[in-house]
Each structure stands twice: as structure tokens, then as C-alpha cells.
């Protein structure tokens, strides 16, 4: 059992940079694959980026990939999302997610979720 807290989020022109946080308490952080997913109203709740538990595997939705970088620090408990050349396209709310088993790309997959940060870029 793991609690998830978002946060970072803000209101950006395109272009900025934003980096969001997750800290994670109540369970052994360290052995928890981790994942950021985003849902825009009106959308679904769709995958951004995942994390292994050794860090040495990451995956990135093509949308993302080359702009944004998904981290995380186990001696802190906490994951991370950077996100440069933010585009209007990313406005969303932005949730992290931890299951543990290997990364997956569905957002099904995932037991524990946070609240969300929200994300908005304006043009």
C-alpha cells in the first residue's frame, strides 16, 4: 500500500519548462514500477512515461519523447516528470501511478494513483 502526492503543476506560456514531483510514502518505494499519465477533458486518461525500479529502463509516449524526462530518486521517495518545450497540445491533468510489477503503457495496469497536478500551457 502506497500514497502518491503530485505536484509542480502550473499555468505556462508554450515553449517553458515545468518539473513535476510525486512523493510516495506507506509502502518500500523502491520496488515500484512508476508511471506518469495525463487526461485532458474530454479524453481519456492516456500514458506519458514509465520508470523501472533500478531506473535503468524508461519509456516514453511519442508525443513526449525528446521533450520531456521521467526520473526518480529512491533515497527520497520521490519521482519526477521534466518537462521542456511544453506545447499547448500537454495542457492536462497530470497523475503518477505505481504498480508493483514492470512498467506498463496502460493505465489499468496501475493499483496506486495520486490526485493529479494540473498542466496548462497557453499559446
Known amino acids: 500500500q502506497v500514497q502518491l502526492l503530485e505536484s509542480g503543476g502550473g499555468l505556462v506560456q508554450a515553449g517553458d519548462s515545468l518539473r513535476l514531483s510525486c512523493a510516495a510514502s506507506?509502502?518500500?518505494?523502491?520496488?515500484?514500477?512508476m508511471g506518469w499519465f495525463r487526461q485532458a477533458p474530454g479524453k481519456e486518461r492516456e500514458f506519458v512515461a514509465t520508470?523501472?525500479?533500478?531506473?535503468?529502463?524508461?519509456d516514453y509516449a511519442d508525443s513526449v519523447k525528446g521533450r520531456f524526462t521521467i526520473s526518480r530518486d529512491n533515497t527520497k521517495n520521490t519521482l519526477y516528470l521534466q518537462m521542456n518545450s511544453l506545447k499547448p497540445e500537454d495542457t492536462a491533468l497530470y497523475y503518477c501511478?505505481?504498480?508493483?510489477?514492470?512498467?506498463?503503457?496502460?493505465?489499468?495496469?496501475?493499483?496506486?494513483w495520486g490526485q493529479g497536478t494540473q498542466v496548462t500551457v497557453s499559446s
Open positions: 520508470v523501472t525500479w533500478s531506473s535503468l529502463s524508461t
Open positions: 501511478a505505481a504498480r508493483r510489477a514492470g512498467t506498463s503503457r496502460s493505465p489499468n495496469a496501475y493499483n496506486y
Open positions: 506507506g509502502g518500500t518505494f523502491s520496488m515500484y514500477a
